[in-house]
């Protein structure tokens, strides 16, 4: 059981827009930075987004991430084949000490 | 540009010991502070320990604090994660991941390629 939530599936055809969801508690999103990161099938993960909606150089800005209380949205607009892919929340936790990810949301392109 | 390589995966017998090595570069190491994160198969991503850019503090999973250490050199610009006492259900890719920050804890930029340990009698 991840200390994060998050949808473990989603899906959408091309061009359509697609949001990733994550949930915590006080403790971690509600008191911290959420990063984002994209896990391609083989590889390892790449960060998507930093500091809640910050956008690595070399991200597409189809990719913005915000942050509302103790959740986070990861939204995907112009759906492509290419961001078929695993995603993953992740955030520090004070009460833990320590880095927590989210389960992972698998998107599925239709 | 930034490059992490980890190292010295293997198969191992349950009991015994192994040692990871994360050889970085592209970057100021002795800066920022470095993350464990391992993967066991089909599973999600599972944090393990994060060390300080000065290795003055270090953080660990309750999954494997005291069987775990956590440490660097930053005359060599390496990262190391000394296993103990490994168990089947640490089988898993460990990937070594740069921190944002020296110390703030933020989140991880930049991943290596990760390294395959498997515990199996």
């Known amino acids: 059981q991840s200390v994060l939530t998050q949808s473990p599936s989603a899906s959408g055809t091309p061009g359509q827009r697609v949001t990733v969801s994550c949930s915590g508690s006080?403790?971690?999103?509600?008191?911290?930075?959420v990063f984002w990161y994209q896990q391609l099938p083989g590889t390892a993960p790449k960060l998507l987004i930093s500091?809640?909606?910050q956008r690595p150089s070399g991200v597409p800005d189809r990719f913005s991430g915000s942050k509302s209380g103790t959740s986070a949205s990861l939204a995907i607009s112009g759906l492509r084949s290419e961001d078929e892919a695993d995603y993953y929340c992740?955030?520090?936790?004070?009460?833990?000490?320590?880095?927590?990810f989210g389960g992972g949301t698998k998107l599925t392109v239709l | 540009q930034v490059q992490l390589v980890e190292s010295g995966g293997g198969v191992v017998r349950p009991g015994r010991s192994l040692i990871l090595s994360c050889a970085a570069s592209g970057f100021t190491f002795n800066a920022y502070a470095i993350h464990w994160v391992r993967q066991a198969p089909g599973k999600g991503l599972e944090w393990v320990a994060v060390i300080s850019f000065n290795g003055d503090y270090t953080y660990y999973a309750d999954s494997v604090k005291g069987r775990f250490t956590i440490s660097r050199d930053n005359s060599k610009n390496t990262l190391y994660l000394h296993m103990n006492s490994l168990r089947p259900e640490d089988t898993a890719v460990y990937y070594c991941?740069?921190?944002?920050?020296?110390?703030?804890?933020?989140?991880?930029?930049?991943w290596g390629q990760g390294t395959l340990v498997t515990v199996s009698s």
């Open positions: 992740a955030t520090w936790d004070d009460s833990l000490s320590g880095w927590v």
């Open positions: 991941a740069k921190d944002e920050t020296g110390s703030s804890w933020y989140g991880a930029d930049s």
């Open positions: 006080s403790s971690n999103i509600g008191s911290n930075y």
């Open positions: 500091r809640n909606n």
